[in-house]
């Protein structure tokens, strides 16, 4: 938030705004933004939901639940 602050630009982004390369990411873009750039945020908007579909690029993710690294090993769903 003080970047954006100091030198312009938003805080929460879409993942095209990351990811302009990857063809995915401009499917359903209302399912996941980016806060800041390190935070990926999928919400839960169904009711009593057990699992939520999330894209997520391939490359290194971590869970903030238990801190354990996810390796996403393709760019699709």
């Keep these: 938030m003080y970047t954006a ?6 805080c929460i982004d879409p ?3 990351h ?6 990411v ?3 873009t209302e399912h996941s933004f980016i806060v800041g750039d390190a935070i990926k945020v999928t919400p839960v908007l169904a009711p009593k939901a057990e699992y ?10 971590t869970n903030l639940r238990d801190y354990k690294v996810v ?3 393709t760019n699709e769903w």
Excluded: H, Q
């Excluded at 990811?19 to 995915?24: G, H, N, R, S």
């Excluded at 939520?52 to 993710?61: A, K, L, Q, R």
């Design 5 to 10: 602050s100091i030198e312009g630009g938003s």
């Design 15 to 17: 993942l095209m705004f």
């Design 19 to 24: 990811y302009p390369d990857l063809d995915e």
């Design 26 to 28: 401009f499917n359903r």
């Design 52 to 61: 939520v579909e999330s894209y997520f690029p391939m490359g290194n993710w």
């Design 71 to 73: 390796e996403a090993k």
